[in-house]
């Protein structure tokens, strides 16, 4: 860790809008329907809680979380379990109910570790017969996601562009083509568009995400994927990908939907090699892709994989707790907040101070998270719903705690009425603009305008780099939970 954090008001105020928001919705759901432009009136126990949010407390939590014996709080490690189990000390000194397992605060979440072992090969064979072998980590990057020792593919590669299916926006990159058994050849990101009522313009959807694209291609059937990197579009560097997809990676237990056998990056030189043996050219591929009419193009080569992983089972912890609501008839509903607790870990091959300590990322959203439960546990006053709060794990591996929280939910998923999530929120200065990844999708937005304004906070769209505050139905596109996932430059913090 470097210099002591500095908790400024801000993140307080970050913090404070959301929670007010979450009480006055709470009150205000049967009244009237507020404008978007009325600022927000704060219910007197909403004021007095906002009294009692210490930043002290907040920077405590970030400090013991971030500190070098928690080697970086990396998921199924030592450091990650006892992240979990501070957490779920805290919230039974605020008194809180136990949400997790058999009246503890966990939540166990099976997961597997897959290491993908060095005879593991990667080739592109074009029709005439041509191969290229390609290079581990500087060329490409692959998991077996069927969580096998060993795994064959010999399959045609087919060109899907962007490898979307989204009828919300009157777009199918698959137009109905058999995949079955096919490598899908897939672009990063999403269309773009700077119409808001398109993948909302230039804001990320879970369409544009690498995770999108491996379950869609697996829901139709297809054996492997490769994505292919592109700085630009990515907006981020190979080297992310890189270090994001080396050593071992873990995935949530087998659980019957369909896996891929290849799950895939490769470079950018590398897809425009492949394209030009086949007489294709990168360029005009990308662009095609930018249509509605797109159709899908069988490309004149097949990958040749032999996979050969590691598989080590193990088991994280979600940590879940609850504060039953006061309204007897709406206290079945909950509001849920989230903050991920997990991190990079340690890297034994890195010299020197080699621990990822994550004081950003995120020991700063389970701070603010264990306060915001400290407060509604000691306010005079209980919301009519209950609260749940949920710290989850394995969000760097690919926000594996949260899919797991999605399917198996200890409130019902259709009576989460709301998931405020809180990550890696850096405290810089005053802020003077809010992300709420999310929010627009919601019937919940009016509210977050309302406070924004109240608190002088410009509402900024979301960025496709970092999300401050993520806000998300949970039952969008398969319980996906949490919006920033994304793979990021590795940083202590
Ligand atoms: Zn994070």
């Not at 006892?82 to 008194?95: K, M």
Request: charged share 25%.
């Amino acid at each position: 860790m470097g210099e002591p954090l500095r908790i400024h008001a801000g993140i307080v105020a970050l913090f404070v809008i959301v929670a007010l928001s979450n009480i006055s919705a709470a009150q205000s759901s049967r009244k009237h329907s507020r404008t978007s432009t009325d600022s927000v009136r704060l219910p007197g126990a909403a004021f007095a809680a906002m009294q009692k949010i210490d930043p002290e407390r907040i920077r405590a939590h970030v400090r013991f979380l971030s500190h070098d014996l928690l080697e970086g709080r990396g998921t199924g490690q030592r450091g990650g379990d006892i992240a979990a189990e501070y957490i779920g000390t805290q919230f039974a000194l605020y008194g809180l109910k136990p949400a997790g397992d058999n009246g503890t605060y966990l939540q166990k979440v099976p997961m597997v570790g897959i290491t993908p072992e060095p005879e593991t090969t990667f080739s592109l064979i074009a029709a005439h017969g041509e191969g290229k072998s390609l290079k581990p980590l500087d060329e490409y990057v692959a998991y077996d996601q069927t969580q096998q020792q060993q795994s064959d593919v010999d399959a045609e590669i087919v060109y899907v562009g962007y490898g979307i299916e989204a009828p919300e926006y009157k777009w199918d990159d698959y137009k109905g083509v058999d995949v079955r058994g096919k490598v899908l050849l897939v672009l990063v990101n999403e269309p773009p568009s700077d119409d808001v009522n398109f993948f909302k313009g230039k804001a990320l959807t879970y369409y544009g995400r690498w995770t999108y694209k491996y379950e869609e291609a697996a829901r139709k059937g297809a054996v492997g994927v490769i994505l292919i990197h592109q700085t630009e579009m990515a907006s981020y560097p190979w080297e992310v990908v890189r270090n994001s997809n080396s050593g071992e990676k873990s995935y949530l237990k087998l659980d019957g939907s369909p896996k891929l056998k290849v799950a895939s990056w490769v470079q950018f030189e590398v897809a425009k090699q492949m394209a030009n043996t086949s007489g294709m050219d990168l360029d005009k591929m990308m662009t095609d892709a930018r249509s509605r009419d797109f159709h899908p193009v069988a490309m004149p080569v097949k990958l040749k994989a032999h996979m050969v992983s590691k598989i080590r089972p193990f088991e994280s912890n979600n940590v879940l707790a609850m504060l039953p609501g006061s309204d007897s008839r709406l206290r079945s509903e909950a509001v849920m907040y989230t903050a991920h607790y997990d991190h990079l870990g340690i890297r034994p091959d890195m010299p020197g101070d080699n621990i990822y300590n994550g004081a950003n990322d995120n020991a700063t959203g389970c701070g603010i998270l264990l306060e915001i439960a400290r407060t509604y546990a000691e306010a005079g006053q209980r919301p009519h719903r209950s609260m749940l709060f949920a710290s989850v794990t394995g969000e760097e591996q690919g926000l594996l705690g949260s899919e797991y929280l999605g399917k198996h939910p200890p409130v019902p998923a259709g009576k989460i009425s709301l998931d405020l999530n809180y990550d890696d929120i850096p405290p810089l200065g005053s802020p003077e603009e809010v992300e709420v990844s999310g929010a627009e999708r919601t019937n919940f937005y009016s509210e977050v305008e309302a406070m924004a304004k109240t608190f002088r906070l410009t509402i900024r769209p979301d960025s496709p780099i970092r999300a401050w505050i993520s806000l998300a139905m949970p039952r969008w596109r398969d319980l996906d939970l949490c919006w920033d996932g994304r793979p990021r430059p590795k940083a202590n913090w």
